[in-house]
């Protein structure tokens, strides 16, 4: 199991102590509830995720004593629910094809594009978070994702847990900002009542957490967490307060 105070653990397994300082800056800036740890060498990594199993682990290519790729098949081996994002700006992905399909492996070329590496954790973080038993999963979003289209069959229900999100609406060549979603609200709820499509596109506006609901799960999750039914008559009473605002006034 992943555990540590019940935060998101990430491993560096990079070898080099600036090159942890950036990446530890962009996760602790990006992420919240996180415990970021280093490894000095493959060995040094190995010996610290027996201890602790991360969530994440960022391994170099050049890391000395255990190759990244000696490494990488080793946390494989231990069947844990472990993202891997490998620091390469040349490795062949033929090395573990079936991982990269599936979103367990990733490869960063470039460890300078902060946004890339941004994608690349809330992948990884996403990964992590799946699970075919569980109801509900967490859902990270990079700035800038689209989490909802205008149009699309809603599927799921989401509560941000952190971050911050527009609805937004096309209308020819401009788009008409809609309103924003905040921490403790629900976003794609009118779907899920209506049992229309989705009336419009939202996107974040920065890291973002979600939980992340199937539609046909919501009432009996609902029924299970009062808290839960507390947020969604919160996020309605919002929406109906912004409606009646932009309603023209009757002569």
């Avoid at 060498?41 to 995720?49: H, M």
């Avoid at 460890?111 to 999963?137: F, G, K, M, P, T």
């Avoid at 008409?176 to 209506?194: C, D, H, T, W």
Wanted: hydrophobic letters at 40%; aromatic letters at 6%.
């Amino acid at each position: 199991m992943n555990t540590l105070e019940g935060k998101r653990v990430f491993l560096l397994a990079t070898g080099d102590d600036k090159l942890n300082a950036r990446i530890e800056g962009v996760i602790g800036a990006n992420f919240k509830n996180i415990s970021v740890y280093t490894a000095t060498d493959g060995l040094d990594a190995q010996f610290k995720i027996e201890n602790v199993i991360p969530h994440v682990v960022i391994i170099s290519s050049q890391i000395p004593k255990v190759s990244a790729v000696s490494l990488t098949r080793n946390i494989l081996d231990r069947k844990e629910r472990v993202g891997i994002i490998i620091l390469s700006p040349d490795q062949e992905l033929e090395d573990f094809m079936d991982e990269v399909v599936t979103g367990q492996v990733q490869y960063l070329a470039n460890i300078d594009n902060s946004n890339l590496l941004i994608n690349q954790l809330s992948r990884s973080l996403n990964w992590v978070s799946h699970s075919e038993e569980a109801i509900y999963r967490i859902k990270f979003l990079a700035p800038n994702e689209v989490l909802i289209k205008d149009g699309e069959e809603g599927r799921f229900v989401y509560i941000v847990r952190s971050g911050r999100m527009k609805a937004c609406k096309k209308q020819g060549d401009k788009e008409v900002l809609l309103g924003y979603i905040e921490p403790g609200e629900f976003v794609g709820e009118m779907a899920y009542i209506n049992g229309e499509l989705r009336s419009a596109d939202v996107i974040s506006l920065s890291t973002t957490e979600l939980i992340e609901i199937p539609s046909q799960s919501l009432d009996s999750i609902l029924f299970s967490k009062p808290s839960w039914s507390k947020a969604l008559m919160k996020t309605l009473s919002k929406r109906l307060k912004v409606s009646n605002l932009k309603q023209p006034a009757e002569n």
